[in-house]
């Protein structure tokens, strides 16, 4: 079984990786969504794989360590394209959550990354 949580949270990048004139090397931002998936068998007395409260709580001062903040001037996200943000969030995350099976970044309604630790 396999459950999940969804997070938003906003936030300016820039691309500085990218040839001149690229849209994205110029600073902008995205509300982003990230969803955090969890497998696992529920317990058999509560009846849950984690508290959805208790994954909230672990999820959320990650979050907050990019929400609101310049991406770029987070250590480890110089060059914060969706995909390396999507694997640091892995990173950050995974130790913390065990089942942690996938993470899934939007950073438009139409556009992400889905990670599973490969």
Not at 44 to 48: I, K, S
Not at 77 to 80: C, T, Y
Not at 92 to 104: C, Y
């Given at each position: 079984m396999e459950i999940y949580k969804v997070f938003a949270f906003d936030a300016a990048h820039f691309l500085p990786n990218v040839p001149e004139g690229h849209k994205c090397r110029g600073?902008?931002?995205h509300t982003y969504h990230l969803t955090v998936f969890i497998k696992g068998r529920p317990d058999?007395?509560?009846?849950?794989i984690i508290d959805f409260?208790?994954?909230k709580d672990r999820v959320l001062p990650v979050?907050?360590?990019l929400d609101h903040k310049v991406i770029n001037d987070v250590p480890g996200?110089?060059?914060?394209t969706a995909e390396l943000i999507t694997a640091w969030f892995w990173d950050?995350?995974?130790?913390?959550?065990?089942?942690?099976?996938?993470?899934?970044l939007k950073e438009t309604p139409t556009t992400g990354v889905i990670y599973s630790g490969e």
């Open positions: 600073m902008h931002g058999p007395e509560l009846g849950w409260k208790e994954l979050v907050d360590m996200l110089e060059n914060p950050q995350l995974k130790p913390m959550l065990p089942g942690l099976s996938r993470v899934e």
